[in-house]
């Protein structure tokens, strides 16, 4: 199966297929799922001189790894104080420095992997409020100052306005650190750098058996098996019930994306900046221009639905115009979505399910740094190196619900666009 049509997927790098497994295979460490988290533990510990065999059901990235709005920046999909809530302060802090830790080896690797044509790295991100917000801009200011030295710009609504002509925007906070570039590329330049360090992809290739509980993990695909010490559970959105208890532990929730036509003169009339964009609505608006600015990538939105809506793209396209109404008459050119990974508590899901059998999902809100240092933590406790895979024991394996959670999710999204909507209306 190949991709679904997306702007990444009209745009890839390189259209090399990995075979199907076959036959028996052995190996030091197992990885189910070929997005961003399984790829960089496969990457680190390859590197680090292990045999490693990734498993993916489709094609590497396919999932979100390969259809999101390509941002990377510190942070995670709860905000710090529900993490301290969670885990304490201190644990708290030094989680957000993973997560910053995370955003660089993204940025890193993309010229180390020699992608930064494939990838386009433009870096800046704009955090914009849409009601006036200047007091707690500038503590969030100074907090990640003080307590990572992490520094961000405030922005003021002029300022912001001059390259947001919008008049739902107020003020903002500038990243210069984050980053937007072609995800579905870097996640294949990870895969070529895996098989350069003598691992193994293996895609069309979903894992449909497992014995975890010996000392030798046992693999079975339609095609083959593996056997391996350590195994990885990295599957994300679109896990399957292979390990039941790690399928009820999160929520799948759908985002959603477009991309409009080539109209550059246009799209200058509403966004000059090259910067990524987000706003602070709970499942915000987040857009960039590509393709040298000709071009506009919107997302937004989420839902329960696994299905996608047959009026998708004038959905998001509704959206882009209530901000920017100067754009009514630009065409969408195509539109997809894809599927994100969720806890309850809005964390990764990172950690050790039983003796040599780890899991790393759950990335949704904020996957391209997380997905990054979740990879290297689990490699890192694979071969020893580090125990740091325990900051994240606070948040385990919650049950997710079921179909209350997944009902319990939607209301509380609409509750959160209703409370969004009266902070807008009050600051019009």
């Given at each position: 199966m190949g991709y679904i049509d997306s702007w990444y997927a009209r745009t890839l790098s390189d259209t090399v297929a990995y075979p199907m497994l076959?036959?028996?295979?052995?190996?030091?460490?197992?990885?189910?799922?070929?997005?961003?988290?399984g790829l960089t533990a496969a990457r680190e510990l390859a590197r680090a001189g292990?045999?490693?065999?990734?498993?993916?059901?489709?094609?590497?990235?396919?999932?979100?790894?390969?259809?999101?709005?390509?941002?990377?920046?510190?942070?995670y999909a709860a905000s710090l104080s529900l993490i301290s809530l969670y885990a304490g302060s201190e644990r708290a802090k030094a989680l957000y420095r993973l997560s910053i830790e995370g955003a660089d080896m993204v940025r890193e690797s993309v010229d180390a992997l020699g992608a930064r044509d494939a990838c386009k790295p433009v870096h800046g991100k704009i955090g914009v409020m849409r009601y006036p917000a200047r007091d707690a801009l500038m503590q969030r200011r100074d907090q990640l100052a003080r307590d990572?030295?992490?520094?961000?710009?405030?922005?003021?609504?002029?300022?912001?306005?001059?390259?947001?002509?919008?008049?739902?925007?107020?003020?903002?906070?500038?990243?210069?650190?984050?980053?937007?570039?072609?995800?579905?590329?870097?996640?294949?330049?990870?895969?070529?750098?895996?098989?350069?360090?003598?691992?193994?992809?293996f895609e069309n290739s979903a894992a449909i058996g497992a014995v975890l509980d010996a000392p030798e993990k046992r693999l079975r695909t339609i095609g083959g098996s593996v056997r391996a010490r350590d195994i990885v559970l990295a599957g994300g959105g679109y896990t399957t019930d292979l390990v039941p208890e790690l399928r009820r532990a999160y929520l799948p929730i759908a985002t959603y994306v477009l991309l409009t036509e080539p109209a550059p003169e246009r799209i200058a009339q509403a966004v000059t900046s090259p910067c990524a964009i987000s706003d602070n609505r709970r499942a915000n608006d987040y857009y960039r221009l590509v393709d040298d600015g000709r071009r506009l990538l919107w997302g937004g939105r989420i839902t329960t639905r696994r299905a996608e809506p047959r009026d998708l793209?004038?959905?998001?396209?509704?959206?882009?115009?209530?901000?920017?109404?100067?754009?009514?008459?630009?065409?969408?050119?195509?539109?997809?979505?894809?599927?994100?990974?969720?806890?309850?508590?809005?964390?990764?899901?990172?950690?050790?399910?039983?003796?040599g059998v780890y899991y790393c999902t759950a990335f949704g809100g904020h996957g391209l740094n997380t997905t990054a240092i979740g990879g290297r933590v689990v490699a890192e406790a694979i071969t020893g190196e580090s125990d740091r895979i325990r900051l994240f024991e606070p948040f385990g394996l919650a049950w997710n619900g079921g179909h209350f959670g997944t009902a319990a999710v939607q209301l509380t999204y609409w509750s959160y666009q209703a409370r969004d909507w009266w902070k807008e209306r009050r600051a019009a």
């Open positions: 076959e036959g028996e295979h052995e190996a030091d460490a197992c990885i189910i799922g070929g997005g961003f988290a292990k045999r490693v065999v990734v498993l993916e059901a489709e094609r590497v990235g396919w999932g979100a790894s390969g259809r999101n709005g390509g941002f990377v920046s510190p942070g990572f030295g992490y520094e961000v710009a405030y922005m003021p609504r002029e300022d912001v306005r001059a390259v947001l002509r919008s008049d739902k925007y107020f003020d903002a906070l500038h990243d210069p650190q984050a980053f937007h570039f072609h995800p579905l590329n870097h996640a294949r330049a990870m895969a070529r750098d895996i098989i350069a360090h003598g691992g193994a992809i793209a004038a959905l998001l396209r509704r959206t882009m115009i209530s901000t920017y109404p100067q754009l009514s008459d630009l065409r969408v050119e195509i539109a997809w979505s894809g599927l994100m990974s969720y806890a309850r508590h809005l964390m990764p899901q990172i950690g050790r399910l039983r003796e």
